[in-house]
């Protein structure tokens, strides 16, 4: 399919015509292109791809076309396109990137775009891709972890949490995500191997244990929540793949990878945010909540939940065994 601006339906896009569209915000990223695919999977699953992109000619954009995806040209940062882009959309997944600006009021402002875009055109079913308000677990003067950007304890969590109410007048779902696993080869985040041979990684966790899932299985579960129809508009719904102590996954990143023991070494908050590489102190406080707060972080997502809606879910062995390629050792 050729891409384009706006929402006509040209010849070459008739076979939307008897399927419900649904826009993807973040196509050709990590649960924008995990939704896509599984939207585009499932040929007779009655919905059809519209995959929202600020440039068509990328190489994940083409990709997603030549697989039956309709590729349209929209900007996050302009409502006016997004407007465009989404109409006669029956869904529309809305997911923000803090990672390529790290601006909490942006990120806000970006989700009220999505928000206001799909009240336009009149959607149906909007899926938020939201993260819980890491404010509320602690007293505003509680001095266990530093506030960033004047307001926020977490930005990329709390930025997210100050969007949902823009969706409380829309036909919504508040889906709350988990660490993607995929972190340890988007970020960087797999262990290093040290002069001495060995592999080791370091956070501030202690032994709690951390909610994750892969990234493909947020959009594939985000699809079996489009597919549920009206069952979960209005609800919030966490979910993960598997919650598993920083321990454990080395265990299994030494067996899966072959690497010999990799070693964690729990430090403090404080001492990590100080490394001082950009967003020390964001990932500082995350992993400070994802420790001091394990069971309500953990609480809040549901692996039978996510499974319900997503049979194919991975564990983290079997998201491993697929992906253990991409990971730099």
Not at 13 to 18: F, G
Not at 28 to 53: E, P
Not at 85 to 98: D, K, M, R, W
Not at 304 to 309: G, P, V
Request: with cysteine.
């Amino acid at each position: 399919m050729q891409a384009r601006q706006g929402a006509a339906i040209n010849k070459k896009e008739t076979y939307v015509a008897d399927k419900k569209i649904i826009a993807v915000v973040g196509s050709t990223g990590s649960q924008g292109g995990g939704l896509c695919q599984a939207i585009l999977d499932d040929k007779a699953g009655g919905y059809a791809c519209r995959a929202i992109t600020r440039d068509p000619n990328k190489d994940k954009a083409k990709a997603l076309a030549a697989k039956g995806a309709e590729v349209v040209k929209a900007d996050i940062d302009d409502v006016g396109s997004l407007k465009k882009a989404f109409a006669g959309a029956y869904g529309v997944y809305g997911v923000t990137n803090f990672w390529e600006h790290f601006s909490g009021e942006k990120e806000t402002a970006q989700a009220k775009s999505i928000a206001d875009a799909a009240k336009a055109a009149g959607v149906k079913h909007v899926i938020w891709s939201t993260l819980e308000d890491t404010r509320k677990l602690m007293s505003p003067d509680d001095n266990r972890m530093p506030i960033l950007q004047k307001k926020y304890r977490v930005p990329h969590f709390d930025a997210k949490a100050d969007a949902d109410a823009s969706f409380s007048a829309l036909p919504a779902t508040w889906l709350v995500t988990s660490f993607y696993w995929d972190n340890l080869y988007l970020f960087g985040l797999a262990p290093k191997k040290g002069d001495d041979g060995v592999y080791s990684w370091t956070f501030p966790m202690g032994n709690a244990k951390l909610a994750g899932i892969a990234a493909e299985d947020i959009g594939k579960t985000a699809y079996g929540i489009f597919k549920a129809g009206d069952r979960y508009i209005g609800k919030t719904v966490g979910i993960a793949g598997e919650h598993l102590t920083l321990n454990q996954i080395s265990e299994k990143l030494s067996k899966g990878l072959g690497i010999g023991a990799v070693k964690y070494n729990a430090v403090e908050p404080n001492d990590y945010r100080a490394f001082g590489f950009q967003g020390a102190d964001e990932y500082g406080n995350m992993f400070q909540v994802y420790r001091d707060f394990e069971k309500e972080v953990v609480g809040a997502r549901s692996i039978d939940t996510t499974r319900s809606l997503n049979p194919q879910l991975q564990n983290f062995d079997q998201w491993l065994q697929k992906n253990k390629s991409r990971i730099p050792v």
